[in-house]
T-cell receptor, first 114, second 113 residues
Framework: DVKVTQSSRYLVKRTGEKVFLECVQD?????MFWYRQDPGLGLRLIYF???????EKGDIPEGYSVSREKKERFSLILESASTNQTSMYLC?????????????FGSGTRLTVV | KQEVTQIPAALSVPEGENLVLNCSFT??????LQWFRQDPGKGLTSLLL?????REQTSGRLNASLDKSSGRSTLYIAASQPGDSATYLC????????????FGEGTQLTVNP
C-alpha cells in the first residue's frame, strides 16, 4: 500500500526551538507539499517541491523553510518556533505534470509550541 | 483565481439516509477533482478522484459526479452509517496552477444512530 509517512503524530516544543518535521513517501512522486490546517482557516500551503533540491513558496512561507535532499523525503523546518505556529501540519505528494493522479496525504503532525 | 465552495458547511442526518454533499468551483479549466475524508485530528484520506474528462466515479456506497462546464461536483453517500461521520473536503487541480490543489472549506457530516 502506497504511503506518505510523517515521523511524528504529536510534538510539543518550546518557543524559540528549531523544529524539524519529516515526511517520507514511497511512491516515487516528484511533487511534495507541506500544509498547515487551522480551525476556520482551512488548509494553507506553506511550501512545495517538484524535484530534489527545488522548492517553491506557498501561500504562508514566513517562519518556515524546507529541505529536499532526496526524492522521497521532504522536511519542514521551523527556524525558531513560536506559539502561532501551533497547528496541524500535513504532508502530501503527487506526480508532476500528471493530471490523472491525485494527492496522497500523510496522517498529520499535531505541533504544540509552548 | 480558483475558488472552491462547499455547501452545506455542516450536516446532521439519521442513520440510513442517502445524502448529497456539494462542491462548486469558479474556474472550469481543471485536470481533476478529488474528494477527501478527514476524521478529527487525522490526515486526509482520498475517497474518489474524477478526471476532467469523466462524469462520475463510484466506490462502494460513494458516488461522485462532475459537471465541469458548470463548475460543480457532488458526493453522494448511500445508506449513511455512523462511521461515515467526518469532514469531507473537495479539492481541484487547475490547469494553470501547476500541481497545486485548491481546497474547499469542507462539510462536517454527523450521522446519528
Amino acid at each position: 500500500d502506497v504511503k506518505v509517512t510523517q515521523s511524528s503524530r504529536y510534538l510539543v516544543k518550546r518557543t524559540g526551538e528549531k523544529v524539524f518535521l519529516e515526511c517520507v513517501q514511497d511512491m516515487d512522486h516528484e511533487n511534495m507539499f507541506w500544509y498547515r490546517q487551522d480551525p476556520g482557516l482551512g488548509l494553507r500551503l506553506i511550501y512545495f517541491s517538484y524535484d530534489v533540491k527545488m522548492k517553491e513558496k506557498g501561500d504562508i512561507p514566513e517562519g518556515y523553510s524546507v529541505s529536499r535532499e532526496k526524492k522521497e523525503r521532504f522536511s519542514l523546518i521551523l527556524e525558531s518556533a513560536s506559539t502561532n505556529q501551533t497547528s496541524m501540519y500535513l504532508c502530501a505528494s503527487t506526480f508532476l505534470d500528471r493530471g490523472n493522479y491525485g494527492y496522497t496525504f500523510g496522517s498529520g503532525t499535531r505541533l504544540t509550541v509552548v | 483565481k480558483q475558488e472552491v465552495t462547499q455547501i452545506p458547511a455542516a450536516l446532521s442526518v439519521p442513520e440510513g439516509e442517502n445524502l448529497v454533499l456539494n462542491c462548486s468551483f469558479t474556474d472550469s479549466a481543471i485536470y481533476n477533482l478529488q474528494w477527501f475524508r478527514q476524521d478529527p485530528g487525522k490526515g486526509l484520506t482520498s475517497l474518489l478522484l474524477i478526471q476532467s474528462s469523466q462524469r462520475e466515479q463510484t466506490s462502494g456506497r460513494l458516488n461522485a459526479s462532475l459537471d465541469k462546464s458548470s463548475g460543480r461536483s457532488t458526493l453522494y453517500i448511500a445508506a449513511s452509517q455512523p462511521g461515515d461521520s467526518a469532514t469531507y473536503l473537495c479539492a481541484v487541480r487547475g490547469e494553470t496552477s501547476g500541481s497545486r490543489l485548491t481546497f474547499g472549506e469542507g462539510t462536517q457530516l454527523t450521522v446519528n444512530p
